[in-house]
């Protein structure tokens, strides 16, 4: 089989996921990196044992060997390198948010539709097997009629003002652009209805941040010393709590902040129909709790064998064998370049169309915000 050939744009921790988790398909050739500089290339190159490294991204996707990019930058990048990598005819994987605004979503969504390529937004949650269980569920028609959705998106590694990340000077919007459209691509992946409108509560905690004199890798933070910092005002939000309603007749509620202590990454989602319901935690990914009213409720631990068939193939271990957020990156990956090599081949992964999406509920989230009011979403 012939390898096909990637680029990495990104030296960050996503730059690193992405490669570790390409080099378990098999068929993947890693051949670059393109940093913010060309120091900051070599240096993350040599660790992860990469041969090319630069600091100009268009160097790699002007090279005609180069099949496919992806996109680890921060997000006010995107839509600039995408755009390079879609003129190349490059095959183009980007990281969530998909984009700056919609109208840059929509103008990368036609250039890849007018190049032909496969692209992907890289909302990888769905690819937990006990995701793709509750979606399996909903298709067999286990919940009934949807009634109500609702969970929370909590990370604690922005607790504090001498915390620091670069998408606290990226955009409009942070907590929500960064984690809360992980849980309503979610919400809507498993449920299969659309949110079609919301009312949201955004604050900023923090009005201030201590900013590093130095670079900082994602969660990486607390590692600095109180000389490296600088005082600079905030202008996204720390927190978002927000209720909507989806499909005719269904409602739900979300939480997200980045400053719940203790909390590391519990991306939370239940699900509640007229015959059961399903809840389900990033932080206890092999468990799916499955109530219902009349006889006990259970716990379903992860084992292909026992999951509706169209869920087993997320699983590649036997059960009992934990897969965890590394193997999302997999799974998506897998089916991406499945299309890749084959442009027939179905599309099982979420593409730029579902990055669109989130940026209209972006959207949607900060100006119901500021107008304390419900909002319809386009």
């Known amino acids: 089989m012939k390898k096909i050939k990637v680029a990495i744009i ?21 051949v670059g990196v393109a940093g913010s500089s060309t120091e900051r290339a070599r240096k993350f190159a040599d660790q992860v044992f990469i041969d090319r490294a630069t600091g100009d991204y268009r160097e790699l996707i002007a090279d005609p060997q180069v099949d496919t990019v992806h996109i680890c930058s921060p997000n006010s990048l995107h839509c600039e390198q995408t755009m390079a990598a879609l003129m190349a005819g490059k095959h183009v994987l980007c990281e969530k948010p998909l984009a700056s605004s ?53 990370q604690d590694w922005l607790l504090y ?28 992946h498993v449920t299969g209805l659309k949110m079609t409108a919301l009312c949201a509560d955004t604050e900023i905690f923090l009005s201030t941040r201590k900013k590093p004199t130095v670079p900082v890798e994602t ?20 927190f978002v709590s927000m209720t909507f309603r989806m499909g005719k007749t269904a409602r739900g509620s979300l939480t997200a902040c980045q400053m719940a202590a203790g909390r590391k990454n519990r991306l939370f989602l239940e699900v509640y129909g007229t015959r059961c319901s399903a809840a389900w935690t990033a932080e206890r990914p092999d468990e799916l ?23 087993r193939s997320f699983a590649d271990l036997p059960g009992g064998h934990s897969e965890g957020y590394d193997d999302t990156f997999k799974q998506t990956f897998r ?38 009011s419900w909002l319809d979403i386009a």
């Open 10 to 30: 990104g030296t960050g921790f996503m730059g690193r996921v992405h490669t570790e988790a390409l080099r378990r398909l098999g068929n993947i050739d890693v």
């Open 102 to 154: 919609v109208d840059e979503g929509r103008k990368m969504l036609a250039l890849a539709n007018e190049k032909g390529v496969a692209h992907c937004t890289l909302y990888n949650v769905r690819s937990y097997p006990q995701v793709q269980q509750m979606r399996q569920m909903r298709l067999a028609g286990e919940f009934g009629e949807i009634r109500f959705v609702q969970g929370t998106y909590l």
């Open 161 to 188: 003002d001498t915390d620091w990340n670069w998408r606290i000077e990226d955009g409009k919007s942070r907590t929500f652009a960064d984690i809360g459209t992980h849980w309503c691509d979610l919400a809507e």
């Open 219 to 238: 969660f990486k933070g607390k590692e600095l010393r109180p000389a490296e910092y600088t005082e600079v005002p905030i202008a996204n939000e720390d």
């Open 289 to 311: 709790w499955i109530g219902h009213r009349d006889r006990p409720s259970e716990i379903l631990i992860k084992d292909a064998v026992l999951f509706e068939e169209g869920a």
């Open 335 to 372: 089916r991406f370049y499945r299309r890749v090599a084959d442009p027939g081949a179905p599309v099982e992964y979420p593409t730029f169309e579902d990055g669109i999406r989130q940026l209209q509920i972006v959207d949607a989230v900060v100006e119901s915000s500021k107008k304390h």
